[in-house]
């Protein structure tokens, strides 16, 4: 039987009918996420309308049990898991796309689309929706959103939160409310809707989005510049996003991920490369030739080994499969992978890779970075043997000073991940006393009783 109050279950089940799961093996699969973290709910929710979550929001409220949102768990830093027991409300069966508005360049969609579903959507209207992880293929827009996602195509095009143009959503009260509007200026009170994005489910449940959206561009051109060493490469970061042509996507490599993309993502890559620079461009047959040229300029410098195009659209997939497929081919390295996303001026990159490579050497670590070089968001990559407590304590001190390194190039703990359980306790690091405080007070104002995913993003 649930540990919750008998009214509270009798209420909800009565509400959702089969949408509302109890039973202990249908809750594990809602107990974790791509964090590996774990903690099983007292309940599951499956809503299909928004009248639903406003009736679970308030029976929860009034009962103080926590509500947990959750798209499809692809989250890094523990933002979905259940950590104070409550109802996880999975919001896979609001998955539909309610319209798509070509001349008003936007769609109103329900949170549990796929992002990738909506791409393949749009693209017979000749548009896109910007935000590209690397889960896109099994994220939810509700989940991009919620973390302020964002991916090689931010560089040029934005995260999530510089494409959202309205939210509906059901803060901690219950009560449901709308932010923004489906126009692309606006002036009219706070910007609420950005507040939401990235807020990780603590200040409402997004049941409602209206994206701001990209006509495709008619071509683009990738380029691949391979360099002697890391230091080279990032350099070259720095003088990519001083000219004035920004690429489309920009996205860096070290040397093991280098060899990583060419052993088990099948790249095709000489050996001697120390680091590599994925170059793109996109925009129409005339102006885009100009646009390759000023790049391949910028690209060109000391410690530059070779510069080349994709061949043709099957080799530049060929690349960025390889890219995307960094990841989990980590894990062949070793069994245990702290992955942070931290983020520096682009100026700073020299500094930052190199803080890391002598971080690695102190502490006898394999890190490897990787990431959106033109928005100064690289992916670190601390691996380690969780069997071997010596090394799972050097990773955790390899971190703090990581995120250390970060804040004091003027960057900030992340970039797309998120702060959920993983980087809580070093926001105050990165925020000072007076702005947490304010944070604290509006999360106060949209949970006042503090139910929505307690234990995330702001530290006690």
Known sequence: MTPLPRALHRELAAVLGDGWRVDPNERLAYAYDNSRRQALPDAVALPVERGQVVALVRACRA??????????????????????????????????????????????????????????????????????????????????????????????????????????????????IRCGTATTKGATGYDLQRLLVGSEGTLALIVEATLRLTPLPPARRALRALYRDVAAAARAVARLMAQPVTPSMLEFMDATAVRLAREVGGADLPPEAGALLMIEADGDAQTLPHAVEALMRAAAGEGLVAIDDAADEAARERLWAARKALSPALRTLAPGK??????????????????????????????????????GNLHVNLLFDPADAGQGAR?????????????????????????????????????????????????????????????KLLPD
Request: proline share 8%; with cysteine.
């Open 63 to 176: 009962h103080r049990v926590p509500v947990i949102a959750r798209g499809r768990g692809t989250n890094t830093t523990g933002a979905a898991v259940p950590v104070a027991g409550g109802v996880v409300v999975s919001f896979e069966r609001m998955n539909r796309i309610l319209a798509i508005r070509p001349g008003d360049r936007c769609a109103v969609v329900e949170p549990g689309v796929l992002n990738g579903e909506l791409q393949a959507a749009l693209e017979p209207h000749g548009l896109f929706w910007p935000p590209d992880p690397t889960s896109a293929g099994y994220s939810t827009v509700g989940g991009n959103l919620a973390c302020n996602a964002g991916g090689p195509r931010a560089v040029k095009y934005g995260a999530s939160r510089d494409n959202v143009l309205a939210l509906g959503a059901v803060a901690g009260t219950g009560e449901p």
């Open 395 to 455: 990773a955790e001190a390899a971190l703090a000073r990581v995120f250390a390194l970060a804040l004091a190039l003027g960057g900030t703990l992340s970039g797309e991940h998120g702060i959920g359980l993983a980087k809580r306790a070093f926001l105050p690091q990165a925020i000072d006393p007076p702005t947490l405080a304010l944070m604290r007070a509006v999360k106060a104002a949209f949970d006042p009783d503090g139910i929505l995913n307690p234990g």
């Open 338 to 375: 702290i992955n942070e996303d931290v983020v520096v001026p682009v100026s700073r990159i020299p500094e930052l890779v190199d803080g890391v490579q002598a971080l690695a050497r102190e502490f006898a670590l394999p890190i490897v970075c990787f990431g959106h070089a033109g928005n």
